[in-house]
């Protein structure tokens, strides 16, 4: 099917939540993917950080392959093999206690953090969650609720009761937001949507802190940055690398867990793995065998070559070639920012190429590194994101930077 006939299609017949880029993608190998109009484009995006080993890998499809001949679904009314060697899994990388439960997406494993927070401070009254600006937790409504961004609320009031959002890495107004309805706090360790913002080391410290003084659920939404983009599994770890005591009370995942299939999860410490109890939360495709399995491949994978320190050292290397393109252009980019591959490029304001069209310049740069052969992800008003899978190759990289180079030297021109 031609290009064309495959957006019309689409924009025919699906609901049309997202304004998509006219880019049509048939198939991919590795960290490249092939449009229908025969291009061939370099993806630093991997489907907003979920592909994490790219596209085609041949061991995922040998794993899904082999289980779906077995066994795809059976409901967790009964129990599988899959689904408890990956739980036991997530809760050794989460640091050897607690237990895990499975869903489907990020926003579903939010709401669960939102369940547990509200079940546990049910008898106190203590159901209300403190999140911050700029954040981003998914698209149900109490996702939206949580959600520190305007334009994701718009028309969709009354929102859900019980969230406020404060500036984040602002401990002061964080403590002074805390009421005594006040049950958790949820962050996310870095930012992504908003343009990537790192925590520091002494926001979460000093958010554990308020928690433990305030008797309040530290959360951390880990469904981006976590998952070894970092160098760690969680992103959290990255950050805390200097403070073996730190930890959450509870963390989300979801997008590269299980490479690109549909799995969303949260890890939940000792004191309150068993809130959620019997009939309290559930949802039909949690931890399906078909999707453990290739979570299970992916994480063997991961470990097996490196691909956590590979992501700290391709990570600083783009980095580094980043900074260097600033200094050789100022004019039109302003800053980098990141850990391991989740990287995040800041415009300049007022380039003057992007001044005719009302669209954000993080748009318009997305768009333009397409032209050039390349996927990348806008965020916010003048960010474009690096989210690529963790196996990319240092000469992909050097080809992705080699890309952005030429663009950027064009806008300056
Ligand atoms: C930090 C964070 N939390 C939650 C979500 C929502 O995840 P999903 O789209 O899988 O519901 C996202 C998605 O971008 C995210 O970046």
Redesign the pocket.
């Known amino acids: 099917m031609s290009d064309s006939g495959i957006q019309q299609r689409i924009d025919t017949h699906v609901i049309p939540t997202y304004g998509r880029f006219p880019v049509a993608i048939t198939h991919g190998e590795g960290c490249h993917v092939h449009t229908a109009d025969g291009r061939r484009l370099l993806d630093l995006g991997s489907g ?2 979920t592909a994490c080993l790219g596209h085609g890998h041949p061991e995922l499809a040998a794993a899904l392959t082999e289980q779906a001949s077995k066994l795809t679904h059976v409901s967790n009314l009964y129990y599988t093999e899959p689904q408890g060697l990956l739980a036991e899994k997530l809760v050794a990388l989460a640091g050897g206690s607690g237990k895990v439960f499975f869903c489907n ?6 709401e669960a953090l939102y369940k547990l927070t509200r079940l546990r401070g049910h008898e106190e009254g203590k159901f209300e969650i403190l999140t911050t600006q700029g ?5 149900t409504l109490a ?1 939206i609720a949580a959600t520190g961004q305007q334009k994701v609320k718009e028309g969709f009031a009354p929102a859900v009761e019980g969230f406020r959002q404060v500036p984040y890495g602002d401990l002061k107004t964080t403590r002074e937001a805390i009421t005594p309805a006040t049950g958790a706090i949820l962050v ?1 360790p870095i ?3 908003s343009g990537i913002h790192c925590a520091t080391p002494e926001y979460l410290l000093g958010l554990r802190e308020l928690c433990d003084e305030r008797n309040l659920l530290l959360l951390l ?1 880990e ?3 976590g998952h070894f983009r970092t160098g760690n599994f969680f992103g959290w770890q990255t950050i805390m690398a200097n403070h073996p005591d730190f930890a959450p009370d509870a963390c ?1 995942m ?2 590269s867990l299980a490479a690109g299939l549909p799995m ?1 999860a949260i890890w939940a410490s000792e004191p309150l793995q068993d809130v959620l109890g019997p009939g309290t939360h559930g949802t039909t495709f949690g931890g399906t065998p078909l999707v453990c399995v290739h979570a299970l491949k992916t994480l063997e994978i991961i470990e097996r070559d490196g691909l956590a320190k590979h992501a700290v050292s391709l990570g600083s290397h783009l980095v580094q070639q980043i900074q260097n393109l600033i200094a050789a252009h100022p004019a039109i980019l302003k800053e980098v920012r990141g850990l391991g591959l989740m990287i995040g490029i800041e415009l300049t304001e007022d380039i003057p190429a992007f001044a005719e069209s009302k669209r954000p310049a993080s748009v318009q740069i997305v768009e333009r590194l397409h032209d050039a052969g390349l996927l990348t992800i806008p965020a916010g008003a003048r960010v474009f994101r690096l989210l690529p899978p963790l196996n990319l190759s240092q000469s992909d990289a050097d080809e992705g930077l080699a890309i952005i180079e030429g663009v950027i030297k064009e806008l300056a021109s």
């Open positions: 907003i950080a997406s990020g926003a579903e494993a939010n954040s981003f937790h998914g698209r996702g996310e930012q992504g949507e939404d469904v981006q940055c989300s979801a997008k969303g």
